[in-house]
């Protein structure tokens, strides 16, 4: 093997053999065990949250691949209507040009264009990460087959009466033009402002004050709304108010919607553009007056003056005439939730509109059924509450966009404004009978993305046709998805997969966090801290990290604090780590945690990780070189039967780590085992073993074929999480070990042996471990040289410490590097020692003549006074009022946990000084 671990060098050919023996293909026997990917959005390259998701889910693909299981882990990428539509018409406004330019046709060959290249480099980065998919099956949602299963559930719904046209208040995007669903909306606390504005009644006799915050939209009013049990306003109910600047007269109503609390008590109805305004007006049978246009502008419904001013102009100018015509009360600052689409940062109008919808509720209680009776198990268990609040409150789905992109409606109007539905237009006028010159023309509107995810588990297995591969792997295992689409995605493929396939469309949904930055902040352009997986993997020169985190940033004191902390948190730039330590750092945060810290000293954590497993790897290989390793005379020392049994208990956290979607147990438990029990105890201890005359010739040959077959069950249990190295390591390892094939992801995953557990040779090396490191802790304190061998008395020495120290001598001279152990005899004194315990055992390390007792209390004094500054500057810190009230919270604790560092290591230090300073 080679002298240092090159991941570089190896995860590119690894990948490339096995994609092209279709090592990723269902192996065509076993359980049915299949996972459909969350598809990408082709709107650019992977981040760090696809990248933790895809190691969770190869994970999962590689053990129950080496479980035995008929593998399939479904790739394929999603057409992401509005935001891949945004990213090319971004791309044309650059060139001078627009869509409306292009035209329709002309405009979606430009979106295939670049869909084909961000989607090769999605590809490219999967195959990076060592996403083990069944590339032969990748899909896309506007596929053939795809848009096949589209038109079919539009249509069957359609027939149904769950699908419906209907004129109704929708979230409007002004600068996309397209209605968007509540989940596309996010909505922000601002600042901004509420206007009290004066009614005039319409009998003259005085006027009444309504308060709002959007005082356009005031030309839309249908009514006013008082509570019925507000004395103040009860005996105005039935009459009207004239609208100020337009003379209009409207009703004063009575309804329990009405917040008696807030302001007069009088609300101006707007139903047209306010949700709960159009309640209002259905109940009380009010008009439904529209004065916006798709630009959010004012329309003709409006006096003349304002006709054609952007609503944000128009608020100024209402607001300035209604100041002229005495009519405004008074302003004041306000704090509100604003809407914004998701993807443009447009304020969204509730705007009037004829659109597609989803008749939901008949889909969504079986949905609900389906979990509350167990069919579906949500991990954690406590995201079905989430589930059901949602399910339990919906509301019609708007399923048509505004937009050129995506599956076009199969709906089709004749010129008298008849609707015909069908799976084509010739479908359409089949079914309706109408002669071919009839003329028709296709609705322009797309179908909500949503609605072609909805379908995913099902339609890439082949739906509507009943397919082999829809037979055996749906329903699929597992969903592995971020808890921020369980609305998106996760209720509405439950609904359409139980509607059409009666069939719910996975067994388990295991939601996991979000990827944060150290610091706990969402990564973001705007904030400088977005990480590219791909960077971590290969790394990147400080000067290509500050470019590719600035590039785009128009504002030039953005892009300058961005370059300066990126330069502060990264120096050198970001080292290359390689695939299997970023695989391995992402096992180790999942946890059940809402929120995910990625901290980049992690990674280089399991980088370290992996140079230790290949280090170990070679030290094995060396060690078994030439030997002899078939079965014969052996004889198993105290060491193989610990390792042994040490093995079995890591395989038993790890495969209930997997089992129970504890990826972090999983991967602590292998860490623990290699790092600490079979790299820095089982190794070192082999060597003695090996050593010329360490053991007997039977010993030897068992040590061997234990490190062999502790070395091989390890790479197979470690592969889910770390494919590249293991795979490197077992194709040498595997045959010296007896084991054919010649794969690792085919080889069988190693279950514990129950025989192996061996809890007398766990106690016994515990013991040996403890005694070991009692010394080595006295070396350290004591400050002695590591290559310095002392002899070490024995107090205390019951008969079973004698015992154990006759079949352990061997090992402990050499892992503590003494020079003898000596039992003190019967009355025999105490020299003056350093001193361990072990239960009733003394261990003690005589000091005369082992270190120079003047110049150790001299360095333990001087660290003893530094110690001292420092601990009472930090103290006389946190003392200071003033910096407690206005340093970072973060800071503040950070001083506290310094406090507590000095005051332990000074009293160590104190203690060491008194041992030495008994020795003087």
């Known amino acids: 093997m080679d002298k240092s671990y090159s991941p570089r060098d190896i995860e590119a050919r690894l990948y490339a053999r096995w994609e092209a023996d279709g090592r990723f293909r269902p192996q065509g026997h076993g359980t049915p065990y299949a996972i459909v990917i969350p598809p990408p959005n082709v709107t650019g390259t992977l981040h760090m949250g696809h990248a933790f998701q895809y190691t969770i889910m190869d994970a999962l693909t590689r053990y129950h691949r080496m479980r035995g299981d008929d593998t399939l882990w479904q790739p394929g990428t999603d057409h992401a209507g509005i935001a891949t539509q945004m990213v090319v018409e971004r791309q044309l406004q650059a060139a001078g040009q627009s869509r409306q330019q292009l035209g329709r046709e002309a405009f979606v060959a430009r979106v295939w264009q670049w869909k084909e290249e961000s989607g090769g480099a999605i590809a490219r980065q999967m195959r990076r990460l060592g996403a083990s998919v069944d590339w032969t099956r990748d899909r896309f949602t506007l596929d053939e087959g795809l848009s096949r299963a589209v038109v079919e559930t539009f249509v069957r719904l359609y027939d149904e009466g769950l699908i419906y046209r209907g004129k109704r208040l929708v979230n409007w995007d002004p600068v996309l033009h397209t209605a968007l669903s509540d989940l596309e909306v996010l909505s922000r606390e601002e600042s901004g402002h509420l206007w009290h504005l004066r009614y005039p009644l319409a009998d003259g006799n005085g006027g009444l004050i309504v308060a ?352 300066r902390a990126t330069r502060q948190q990264f120096p050198q730039g970001i080292a290359p780590y390689g695939t299997d330590a970023l695989r391995f750092t992402f096992a180790a945060l999942a946890t059940q945690s809402r929120d995910i810290r990625f901290d980049v000293g992690r990674i280089e954590g399991y980088r370290n990780f992996c140079n230790k497993l290949w280090n170990a790897a070679r030290y094995v290989e060396g060690s078994v070189a030439g030997q002899a390793l078939d079965a014969g005379a052996e004889r198993a020392t105290l060491a193989d039967r610990w390792i042994g049994s040490r093995l079995a208990a890591a395989l038993r956290a790890t495969r209930a780590g997997f089992d129970g979607y504890r990826f972090d147990l999983a991967s602590q438990a292998l860490y623990e085992f290699t790092w600490y029990e079979f790299c820095d105890w089982y190794l070192e201890l082999s060597k003695a073993v090996l050593s010329p005359d360490g053991a007997s010739a039977a010993e030897q040959r068992a040590t061997r074929r234990r490190l062999l077959a502790t070395l091989e069950t390890l790479l197979r249990a470690l592969h889910p999480l770390m494919p590249f190295i293991t795979e490197e390591i077992w194709l040498r390892i595997a045959p010296l070990a007896g084991r054919g094939g010649d794969t690792i992801m085919q080889a069988p995953w190693p279950e514990a042996d129950a025989a192996a557990a061996d809890p007398g040779a766990e106690a016994e090396m515990r013991w040996l471990m403890d005694f070991i490191l009692a010394v080595r802790r006295i070396r350290a304190e004591m400050d002695i040289p590591p290559s310095r061998r002392f002899d070490v008395r024995l107090a205390q020495c019951g008969p079973s410490d004698l015992e154990r120290l006759a079949r352990t001598r061997h090992w402990i001279e050499r892992l503590a590097n003494v020079s003898g152990l000596t039992p003190l005899g019967a009355g025999e004194p105490e020299p003056e020692s350093a001193v361990a315990l072990q239960g009733e055992l003394r261990i003690l390390v005589p000091m005369a003549g082992l270190i120079d007792v003047a110049a150790e209390a001299a360095r333990l004094a001087r660290r003893i006074a530094k110690l001292q500054q420092d601990l009472g500057r930090t103290e006389a810190k946190l003392a200071n009022p003033s910096f407690v009230a206005n340093a970072p919270a973060a800071v503040v604790l950070q001083e506290r946990a310094r406090i507590a560092d000095f005051s332990r290591e000074l009293a160590g230090l104190e203690a060491q000084l008194l041992r030495v300073q008994r020795l003087q």
């Open 212 to 563: 709002t915050t959007r005082p356009e939209t005031m030309f839309g009013d249908a009514a006013v709304a008082v509570h019925p049990d507000d004395d103040r306003t009860r005996h105005l109910i039935g009459g009207s108010v004239r609208l100020p600047l337009c003379g209009r007269e409207i009703p004063i109503v009575a309804d329990d919607f009405v917040d008696r609390s807030f302001g007069s008590g009088c609300v101006k109805i707007t139903p047209a553009h306010d949700f709960n305004d159009y309640d209002v007006a259905a109940r009380h049978g009010l008009p439904l007056i529209n004065i916006l246009d798709r630009d959010a502008a004012l329309n003709d419904e409006v006096p003349t003056p304002y006709r054609g001013l952007d609503r944000f102009v128009a608020r100024r100018r209402v607001v300035t005439d209604l100041e002229a015509a005495g009519l405004l009360d008074k302003i004041e600052p306000h704090t509100l939730m604003v809407p914004r689409g998701d993807r443009s940062d447009a304020v969204i109008e509730p705007w009037l509109t004829d659109q597609w919808y989803v008749r939901v509720q008949p889909l969504a209680d079986p949905a609900v059924d389906a979990v509350a009776g167990g069919r579906i198990r949500f991990v954690p268990e406590n995201w079905d509450r989430t589930y059901f609040e949602w399910l339990r409150n919906i509301k019609d789905w708007c399923i048509s966009r505004q937009l050129w992109w995506g599956h076009r409606i199969p709906a089709w109007y004749a010129t008298d404004g008849s609707i015909y539905v069908g799976r084509s237009e010739a479908e359409a006028r089949a079914r309706h009978s109408l002669a071919t010159d009839v003329a028709l023309r296709q609705d322009d509107d797309v179908l909500d993305t949503w609605f072609s995810a909805a379908l995913w588990p099902y339609s890439t297995l082949g739906w509507p046709e009943r397919t082999p591969e829809l037979a055996k792997f749906y329903p699929t295992a597992v969903l592995v998805t971020g808890f921020d689409i369980i609305f998106f995605w996760v209720a509405r493929m439950i609904m359409m997969g139980l509607r059409f396939t009666g069939e719910v469309p996975f067994r388990e949904v295991y939601v996991h966090g979000l990827i944060l930055d150290g610091a706990g902040q969402k990564m973001s352009k705007s904030k400088g801290n977005v990480l590219d997986p791909l960077d971590l993997v290969d790394g990147i020169s400080l000067e290509a990290l500050v470019a590719k985190r600035t590039a785009g940033l128009m504002q030039a004191h953005l892009a300058a604090g961005i370059e």
